[in-house]
């Protein structure tokens, strides 16, 4: 249900909201959030394992432009 949700989401999010981009913050190590945003053809920006003001702790950043 996640992947159909966010299938949903990337074309309003270019379309209607006039976004440039999305940005996924997804917990290291969780793998179905990880196989969601590989679904949805995002691509790895960057990963922390400190505080980083994009995300938390531990965290990967990714992006679908």
């Not at 966010?6 to 969780?30: K, W, Y």
């Not at 053809?41 to 990714?62: D, E, K, V």
Request: hydrophobic share 40%; glycine share 6%; net charge positive.
């Amino acid at each position: 249900m996640a992947t159909e949700a966010a299938r949903a989401t990337v074309p309003f999010a270019f379309r209607e909201c006039r976004l440039e981009r999305l940005i996924s913050i997804v917990q290291i190590g969780n793998d179905a959030s990880e196989r969601v945003v590989a679904r949805l053809g995002m691509r790895l920006f960057s990963a922390t394992s400190s505080r980083a003001p994009i995300g938390p702790s531990g965290s990967m950043s990714c992006r679908h432009e």
